[in-house]
């Protein structure tokens, strides 16, 4: 037993054979399958529902065209009316139909340009003024008013001619020409295919070919011959021309890449097209587009959405082909594109806006991680529409305003909305600095500057939506209000270095000097310490919930005191009891770099200078040598990439961890003699000061900062390109120059 289905195929297939398969006796008929429901894509036989759904849904202006003259073979008459009753409402729109006209200047573009590329002069059936521009200005004229006037429903040239006469749409004169000459290049046609017995329309160029056709045709010589057809078709041309329009060579180039978006192109036609683009490697860009194409049509995106990518496709690739890696780029564009395929106004948007395609080639090309966002938060492709504006970036100090303007118009009880919307300003925000970034207008301090401003700006906003929810359910505890809410977050790791990369999480730490006495004064109170527990899980949920528009930060917390094992907020005084009796060195040296991102003047003072207290106190200086060196061999255990042929920036020995250990040791080592050590945070400006102070000598000092600098911006570039922190370009030296120094200061001396 077989499904119908492949039952129906094999019939099909067995049909096609006996008709097209060439034998010594020669062959029945050529058959071309390729107009069938998504061309050489789709299946050999579909069912009447399915071709319905097809032409309804998925069926393009072409086929309009082809459909003109379709029939069923060798049916009965209630099948041939059931077929006709199918295909008229995609054929014949029952409003006058003008877009036809636009459809057939492109399709005829098309033509033009295949036959170009081929080589092909003198086809009088797909050359200018040919058979088929008398079919088209037919058939044109047949799709615009052929709803309303049903007596140009017919598949005859001649029967819809003599129709358009008897409305007055073509001058009866007119008429009997086009005719004429349509019968008489179809009577060369015919002698031509006579000849050899090939489906040709291509006037021969030999000498013997010439004399054959000639003779065939009753005419004494052939110039006389290539004459009469000349005129012939110039006549059909001007008639063509009048109804389409004339074609200039600015529509040409616009569309010269059209024909990669038609189904019937053959793979070999396609690959010369690109080769003659100048495409070095043409296979790989043509089954990416062959790829997308079939996968844009099996999407249903209605007829504006498939008008819409029609348009904007060409010009995608034509930006692509133009770049030096096209492959990669279009292959970025695509995913964007997929990705908002189904949302036809991002189409049109694209394809009606040249300095958005701009923005969005040159952002795709200069970064994946660009692309990457884009294609999963497509509303950021609203940021391209105006370029000045994408790259106008806030002061540091501004971001907080700019983000209280994204949620000014969302009710305060809408948690989800706001959620969202806080997602969408900081991918916007983030989007509008690394284009900045890529623009070259902002150096990388200055990108993490403004990544850090933003992050922390972020933080009070979620800290402020946490606080409001959580205060009308429970009530706020004495002495609070959500401008002194008693509540801290310390930054610790690159967010307290303010040394924030793209993509870069959150090392947090919540502290209170609230008294945990008491309860909240709401209508469901709850203990204190209750209270700021759970206002530490919505902060956490705010951040870390994946909501239709992603996360907004991943969240460590583990650097908080006892770390996994430790209250989510920790009371300033219990901070620093613990911080001075029972912290780790590695907790010291992660202080180092921690420093207060929100909370009130007078609690953030608080907080530093307990920072200040714990790492001003006299450490002995072997023990904290021991404990450093022993902690950085632990990471470089754990973490390294071992990878012999590449330099791991972040963890191999000479790399970004040994200059912040440095750091953090001439930090701990000497703090209680020079406090001014605890007024920075960030590695730059501490090593400037330790050069200052004479504790690193004035070479060692600005090798460290070159090399972190250097490492930073090339490990910055790796992030933009989404990959990980391994460099292949020889950064010998700068290595050396760290392992020098960390030879001096903490190997030399055990």
Known sequence: NLEHGVFYKRLAQS??????????DGQVFRVDMRLRPFGQSGPLVTSVNALEHYYQEQGRDWERYAMVKARMIGADE?????????????????????????????MKLLITQETRRQGVKNNIKLGAGGIREVEFIVQAHQLIRGGQEKSLQTRSVYKAMNELTELDLIDQKQASQLLDDYEYLRVIEHRLQQIDDQQTQQLPSDELGRARLCAMLDEPNWQELQDKIDQCMARIHSEFRQVVGAESEDDE???SLQVLWQDMLDDDAAIEILESEGVNEPQALWTQIKNFRQESRRRSSGPRGRAALARLMPMMLRHAIQHQHPERLLERLLSIIKAVMSRTAYIELLAENPGAREQLCKLCMASPWISEQLALHPILLDELIDPQQLYSLPESKDYA?????????????????QMDALRQAKQA???????????????????????????????????????????????KPEGTSVDNTGFAVLGYGKLGGQELGYGSDLDLVFVTDAN?????????????????????????????TRTVAGILYDVDLRLRPSGQAGLLVTQVSSFAR??????????????????PVFGVPALRETV???????????????????????MREKMREHLAQRNSSMFDLKQDAGGIADIEFITQYIVLRHAHNHPELCQYSDNVRLLTEAQQLHLLSEVNAQNLINAFQIFRCESHALALQGEQLLEEHNLDAERQAVLDCWNQLLEDQR
């Open 516 to 544: 945990y006495q008491g309860q909240t004064d709401g209508q469901r109170p709850i203990e204190v310490q209750q209270f700021y527990l759970r206002l530490a899980q919505r902060i956490l949920h705010l951040f870390t």
């Open 401 to 417: 305003s700019v983000l209280r303007e994204y949620l000014l118009r969302i009710p305060e009880q809408d948690l989800e909305t």
């Open 608 to 630: 530093m200078d307990i920072r200040r207290s714990i790492l001003s106190q006299p450490r002995n200086e072997q023990e904290l040598r021991k404990s450093i060196v022993e």
């Open 578 to 595: 613990y911080l001075r009796d029972d912290a780790w060195t590695w907790e010291l040296q992660a202080l180092v770099r921690a420093r």
């Open 429 to 475: 925000l983030q989007l509008k600095i690394a284009a900045a970034d890529i623009s070259g207008v902002l150096e990388l301090m200055n990108v993490s500057d403004h990544l850090s401003a933003l992050a922390e700006a972020i933080i009070a906003e979620v800290v402020g939506l946490a606080w409001h929810h959580l205060t009308q359910k429970h009530g």
């Open 78 to 106: 209630q099948y041939q009316q059931a077929f006709q009753q199918l295909i008229r409402p995609f054929v014949y729109r029952r409003y006058i139909d003008f877009g036809a006209i636009e459809a057939l200047r492109k």
């Open 15 to 24: 049909l096609i054979g006996l008709l097209d398969d060439t034998t010594a």
């Open 253 to 255: 180039d616009e569309q």
